[in-house]
């Protein structure tokens, strides 16, 4: 009986073992999943503040306050996904996103009323790209 004792001890040790296993390994992959939606959200965000800015800037005439407006929502979109990953392709989108939103912010500020925000588009569809599964 003794041993019989034992290996049940020891099944329920092992058992109880390869749950945690388990646990942590569903916990790892739902940190990932959850990362990822966290990616695409925040890149649909900043698709849609770029679409913002664009019309922004056709309409600049009337209110002038709605680019500045726009930039700083992507800024702000920029950093909660530069927040949340550790993927290299995401850090580089953001990064390049952000000196092109840094580009038009400049351009605005030297009087340039028509920037070009094909180098924003451009980054953000590649934000788009990477941060689809």
Do not use: F, H, Y
Not at 11 to 35: E, H, N, Y
Not at 104 to 133: F, H, M, Q, S
């Amino acid at each position: 009986m003794g041993a019989s004792r034992r290996r049940r001890s020891r099944i329920a040790i092992v058992a109880a073992v390869a749950a945690a296993g388990l646990t942590a390994g569903l916990t790892t992959g739902c940190d990932a999943v959850s990362k990822a939606l966290d990616c695409v959200q925040t890149a649909e965000a900043v698709a849609d503040s770029v679409t913002e800015l664009q019309q922004a800037v056709e309409n600049a005439a009337n209110d002038p306050t709605q680019i500045e407006e726009s930039l700083d929502t992507i800024d702000k979109n920029l950093d909660e996904v530069g927040d949340k990953t550790d993927n290299a392709d995401v850090n580089k989108a953001v990064d390049d996103l952000s000196t092109a939103v840094d580009n038009v912010r400049t351009a605005i500020n030297n009087g340039d009323e028509t920037p070009d925000l094909t180098p924003v588009t451009d980054a953000a569809g590649e934000l788009t790209k990477v941060c689809t599964p």
